[in-house]
C-alpha cells in the first residue's frame, strides 16, 4: 500500500466514523468562514511558515464541512454510505480548499492595502473610527457585514475585524477566532478596550464599576443599533411594553423553553415588556436547530408559529423558498454574532444588561431587567 492510499484509507475510516455519530460536526456560519480567511490572511502576510496555526485550524474546519457535505447527502438519500470513496472525499477537500484560497489570496492583498472602501458610507465612516479609537493607525478596508446594516472595520494590518455601526456609535471585536468563541471584546467610547473577567462558572462580567458603565453604555447602543424593521425578530407585548429586551434563543434549546415558561405564560399586561426573539440556533448542539428556526421566520404568521413551537411542540410547515428563509435567519445571526451569543437563553435588556441563563422565577426575571 502506498502512503496515499493510507491517507485516504485514513480519511474514509474517520468519515465513516463520523457517519455513525448521531451528531457530525460543527456547521459554521458564513461569516464565520470569511473570519477565518481573513485571519489566515494577516498571518501569511506577516510571516510565511509552510503550513501556519491558522492554516492549520482552516484545514480542520475544510474537513468538518466535507464531514457534514457528505452526511447531510446520505440523510437527504442522495447519497449511500457504501459510495463514499477516498476520490470523492478527497476531491471534496480540493474544491473546498481551492475555493477559499482564493479568498484567502484576496484577503492578504487586502490586508497589506490601505483606504479600501467598499462604497460611500465606509468611506465616511473611516474618519468616525479615526478619531473614536486612536489605536486605529491604519485603515486597510472597511466594507459591509453581510445581511446586516453593520460595517467590518479591518485596521492595523490585522485579520481581526472591528464591528460597528455606520455611525460609529459602538466597536467590538471577535473574541477568538470565530463568532462562537465567547462575549466578543468591547471597546469604550474612548477607544479602549473594556476590561471582562471569566468567573468560575464560566460567566464573563465586568472587572471594575468603570467597565461596567462601559460595558452597560456599549451593549445600550448596541440595542438601539439593530434595525427592528430590517431583522424583523418575533415581538411579543405586554401592555404598553415599554420595557424592551431582546432574547437569542434555539427552538431546540431546552432552557430557552424553561425561559419561556415565564415569559410566555406568567407575564401579563401589567408588567409592559416588549419581548423581541432573536433566532441563535447551536447548532453543533441541535442539528436541526436552524432549520426550524428558518422554517419558523418563513410562517405566515412567524409570531403564531413560535409560539405554537414553543408552548404546545407544533411544527411550523416547511418552508417552500429556502434561500429566503436562509437571509432570514442570517439576519438573526448577525446580531448574535455582534454580541458573541455561545449560549442560549441569553437575554439583553435595553438599557444595556446582558443575562445568559434562566432566571429562577418571574420575580427573579423582572428584577434582574430594571
Same mark, same amino acid.
Given at each position: 500500500?502506498?502512503?496515499?492510499?493510507?491517507?485516504?484509507?485514513?480519511?474514509?475510516?474517520?468519515?465513516?466514523?463520523? #457517519?455513525?455519530?448521531?451528531?457530525?460536526?460543527?456547521?459554521?456560519?458564513?461569516?464565520?468562514?470569511?473570519?477565518?480567511?481573513?485571519?489566515?490572511?494577516?498571518?501569511?502576510?506577516? %510571516?510565511?511558515?509552510?503550513?501556519?496555526?491558522?492554516?492549520? *485550524?482552516?484545514?480542520?474546519?475544510?474537513?468538518?464541512?466535507?464531514?457534514?457535505? @457528505?452526511?447531510?447527502?446520505?440523510?437527504?438519500?442522495?447519497?449511500?454510505?457504501?459510495?463514499?470513496?477516498?476520490?470523492?472525499?478527497?476531491?471534496?477537500?480540493?474544491?473546498?480548499?481551492?475555493?477559499?484560497?482564493?479568498?484567502?489570496?484576496?484577503?492578504? &492583498?487586502?490586508?497589506?492595502? *490601505?483606504?479600501?472602501?467598499?462604497?460611500?458610507?465606509?468611506?465616511?465612516?473611516?474618519?468616525?473610527?479615526?478619531?473614536?479609537?486612536?489605536?486605529?493607525?491604519? &485603515?486597510?478596508?472597511?466594507?459591509?457585514?453581510?445581511?446586516? /446594516?453593520?460595517?467590518?472595520?479591518?485596521?492595523?494590518?490585522?485579520?481581526?475585524?472591528?464591528?460597528?455601526?455606520?455611525?460609529?456609535?459602538?466597536?467590538? /471585536?471577535?473574541?477568538?477566532?470565530?463568532?462562537? %468563541?465567547?462575549?466578543?471584546?468591547?471597546?469604550?467610547?474612548?477607544?479602549?478596550?473594556? *476590561?471582562?473577567?471569566?468567573?468560575?462558572?464560566?460567566?464573563?462580567?465586568?472587572? /471594575?464599576?468603570?467597565?461596567?458603565?462601559?460595558?452597560?453604555?456599549?451593549?445600550?447602543?448596541?440595542?438601539?443599533?439593530?434595525?427592528?424593521?430590517?431583522?424583523?425578530?418575533?415581538?411579543?407585548?405586554?401592555?404598553?411594553?415599554?420595557?424592551?429586551?431582546?432574547?437569542?434563543?434555539?427552538?431546540?434549546?431546552?432552557?430557552?423553553?424553561?425561559?419561556?415558561?415565564?415569559?410566555?405564560?406568567?407575564?401579563?399586561?401589567?408588567?409592559?415588556?416588549? @419581548?423581541?426573539?432573536?433566532?441563535?440556533?447551536?447548532?453543533?448542539?441541535?442539528?436541526?436547530?436552524?432549520?426550524?428556526?428558518?422554517?419558523?421566520?418563513?410562517?405566515?404568521?412567524?409570531?403564531?408559529?413560535?409560539?405554537?413551537?414553543?408552548?404546545?411542540?407544533?411544527?411550523?410547515?416547511?418552508?417552500?423558498?429556502?434561500?429566503?428563509?436562509?437571509?432570514? #435567519?442570517?439576519?438573526?445571526?448577525?446580531?448574535?454574532?455582534?454580541?458573541?451569543?455561545?449560549?442560549?437563553?441569553?437575554?439583553?435588556?435595553?438599557?444595556?444588561?446582558?443575562?445568559?441563563?434562566?432566571?429562577?422565577?418571574?420575580?427573579?426575571?423582572?428584577?434582574?431587567?430594571?
Amino acid at each position: 500500500m502506498t502512503k496515499n492510499d493510507s491517507i485516504m484509507k485514513k480519511i474514509t475510516l474517520l468519515i465513516m466514523s463520523a #457517519l455513525a455519530l448521531a451528531a457530525c460536526g460543527e456547521q459554521k456560519h458564513p461569516v464565520q468562514i470569511a473570519q477565518a480567511s481573513a485571519s489566515v490572511a494577516s498571518a501569511s502576510v506577516a %510571516s510565511a511558515p509552510s503550513v501556519s496555526k491558522e492554516e492549520a *485550524e482552516l484545514n480542520k474546519e475544510i474537513d468538518k464541512a466535507v464531514l457534514a457535505s @457528505i452526511k447531510e447527502q446520505i440523510e437527504a438519500g442522495k447519497l449511500k454510505k457504501e459510495d463514499v470513496t477516498p476520490e470523492m472525499i478527497l476531491k471534496l477537500r480540493d474544491t473546498m480548499r481551492q475555493a477559499i484560497g482564493t479568498t484567502i489570496k484576496e484577503n492578504a &492583498i487586502k490586508m497589506t492595502s *490601505e483606504n479600501v472602501f467598499a462604497d460611500e458610507a465606509s468611506k465616511a465612516l473611516a474618519d468616525i473610527v479615526r478619531k473614536n479609537v486612536p489605536s486605529v493607525q491604519k &485603515i486597510n478596508e472597511i466594507r459591509p457585514l453581510p445581511q446586516s /446594516t453593520y460595517f467590518l472595520v479591518f485596521a492595523n494590518d490585522n485579520g481581526v475585524p472591528i464591528i460597528t455601526n455606520k455611525t460609529g456609535d459602538f466597536y467590538v /471585536t471577535v473574541n477568538g477566532s470565530d463568532f462562537n %468563541s465567547g462575549l466578543n471584546n468591547l471597546i469604550n467610547k474612548n477607544g479602549k478596550p473594556v *476590561e471582562l473577567i471569566e468567573r468560575e462558572n464560566g460567566e464573563v462580567v465586568p472587572k /471594575t464599576e468603570e467597565s461596567l458603565k462601559d460595558a452597560l453604555a456599549t451593549y445600550q447602543a448596541i440595542v438601539k443599533s439593530i434595525d427592528l424593521d430590517f431583522v424583523k425578530p418575533i415581538t411579543h407585548k405586554y401592555g404598553n411594553g415599554e420595557k424592551q429586551v431582546f432574547v437569542f434563543t434555539d427552538p431546540d434549546c431546552p432552557f430557552c423553553k424553561k425561559l419561556d415558561k415565564i415569559l410566555l405564560t406568567e407575564l401579563t399586561d401589567k408588567d409592559n415588556i416588549t @419581548i423581541h426573539y432573536i433566532m441563535n440556533p447551536l447548532d453543533v448542539l441541535h442539528p436541526m436547530a436552524s432549520k426550524k428556526a428558518a422554517d419558523i421566520l418563513c410562517a405566515a404568521d412567524p409570531h403564531a408559529a413560535w409560539l405554537a413551537w414553543q408552548k404546545d411542540g407544533v411544527v411550523a410547515p416547511e418552508a417552500k423558498d429556502v434561500q429566503e428563509c436562509k437571509v432570514k #435567519l442570517e439576519r438573526h445571526q448577525v446580531i448574535g454574532d455582534l454580541i458573541g451569543v455561545f449560549a442560549t437563553p441569553t437575554i439583553l435588556t435595553d438599557n444595556g444588561k446582558l443575562i445568559q441563563g434562566v432566571p429562577q422565577d418571574k420575580r427573579t426575571f423582572l428584577e434582574s431587567i430594571k
